[in-house]
């Protein structure tokens, strides 16, 4: 499918490493496509376990990021409390060495969290988009030039980059964190659609939108895009898991801003009060569970919509050939 | 032939633009993150330390920026990386060949455990499709390539450092021992490691499984499969020479390119250990803005990598014909 010789396989760094990359879906071509799609993609999620399972819980997640004071009463900052104190009534998950609450640090902290995944995924998501699609439209010197951008940043190690580009970076808060995010992670995406867009150039349905004498922007934007919609969503939910992540591990080596309300400052926090030798374990379980839960819900979607995409990967029933027995 | 020499040209090609984003970086920066280290520095080493940075950097210095770039595509051919604040006063080549094998021996063991454990999983997951190891996996899956790294190593330590004592939490040999080749020494080294060879076995295993999975159930469907089965073979022969066989070849160039990711791979776990491999080391550099030592660890790390993608490259074309005609 691809063009060039560059293979991805499971021990790539970077956003590749997630599922749902696998194979883009055939989408009927089309300006209607992109509703077809979308309304696919709703059902989808209704029928599908892993997605709903994923959907319901970012969707708390997106509740404790909206409103995270209607569900934590407490005070999130620190000497607000006792120091240290274990589980309670008072301080369900108990209060950290530095008088915080635990559980309200937690909630406040989604924000961030989704913040980063959201805005660094959406920007990454348009950046692969209009590089991939550019370069196979445009092709010729545009896709060579577009194309060799794309593909030095895919091989560059993305986390040594990230850390690179924040140490130069004086003390950032979420807008350097989030432009250093996209630009080491829209590569993957780019590649992906590229190719896709690419398989797509010769296809009856664009060869009549350029007989009927369609602008080249009416093209790209209401035959491509569209008919790309599964292919650019899975892009999306896989740089989302992935920037979770990274945001998080950069932030826990202290490479955030310390004073912020997140999951990875969180951490950070607990491993330099050495949480886990001093018998303060929830402070480390609890934002840590959060990310995971966060990524989670982001990667079973991602995983529901490869199988919707890939027939062949759907669950089978159990079934029986005389091999097996 | 002519792949090869396209690939190689792209290798050159990225490798320049990696140099020459060290170049660049140090010397677009607002706020000059340099200057402020070096006047962080001042007094705390030696003069002549001092004047390599600014000669490495291009701070106070008349050269212009293109005599600067030549003079640092020099350094870099020569192997000279300046000198390295971190270890004070040894040469930044010096400091990273002391971090190389440890990174090398965790990561490089664990990564090659996790391709041959991962891809024997996928294999029997689609062999025995909708079965209760097909049934596990996937879900398992989802999870442990949610989780990040770190906290599992974290987790790791709570669990058997913390808890039950049962292995070392940092560090990678104990204190009392100095490096040979004696039975205290090595078993010292191999209870160290672990630990965190359990944190990236973890996390990495996911991708193989995965991946081996998903092209074996595709290959399970073609009609060599069918005729193997009807010509009365035995399973594990059909399962491992006809299809495993045909379906190994995404993980095995995945695989070729896992091995430049090894100097790499790992930089958060070694953190939370406290290894002393190469990930340690540049965040180490980077805490103490050892810009030297920082910049050497970077290039070093692409170099792996380009090199095992340069080599997986080569391998997929030579294994698969397929690709050669592709192109």
Redesign the interface.
Known sequence: MAATGLSTGPGQAGPGQLPGMAGPAGAAPGAWAGSAALGRLWRAVRSNRKAAVGAAILAVFCVLAAVPGLIAHDNPEADAYPRSLGPSAQHLLGTTAYGQDIFAQAVWGARETLIIALVSGVISTVLSAVMGIAAAYLGGLWDGGLNLITDILLVIPTFPLLIVLVAYLPNGGLVPLIAVLVITGYSYGARQLRAQALSMRDRDFLEAARVRGERRLYIVFVEIIPALTSLIVATFLGTAVYNVLAAAGLQFIGFGDPNSLSWGTMLYWAENNAALQTGQYLWAIVPGACIALLGAAFALLNYAFDEIGNPALRPVRKYRTRHDA | MR?AL??LA?FV??LW??LTLNFM??RM???S?ITAMMAKYHGRVTPQALQAIENAFGVDTHASLVTQYVRYLGDMATGNFGISLTVTGEPVSQVIKSAIPWTLGLVGVT?VLAFVL?TLIGILGAW????WLD?IL??V???T???????IA??L??LFS?QFHLFP?AGAYADTLTPSLSWAFVSSVVRYAFLPACAILITSIG??I??MR?TM??VL?EDYIRMA?AKGLS?PR?MFWYAARNAIL??L???????G?VV??A??VE??FSYPGVGYM??QA??N?D?AL??A??LL??VA??VA?LL??IA??LLDPR?RA??
């Open positions: 792949f396209r690939r792209f090609v990225t633009a990696c970086l140090p920066m607002p706020g993150p990564t991962g025995r499709r909708g079965g049934g996937p879900p899956f989802v999870i390539s949610a989780i990040p790294f770190f906290w974290m987790m330590i709570l913390s939490p991708g193989w995965l991946t998903n159930v595709t469907a089965r399973g059909i995404p993980n160039s995945g695989f070729a390119m896992s091995l990711f790499s791979g930089i958060l953190y939370v540049l965040l980077v805490q803005e810009y920082m910049q660890l970077f790390i692409t990598v380009l993608i997986a490259d997929t074309a690709t592709a192109r």
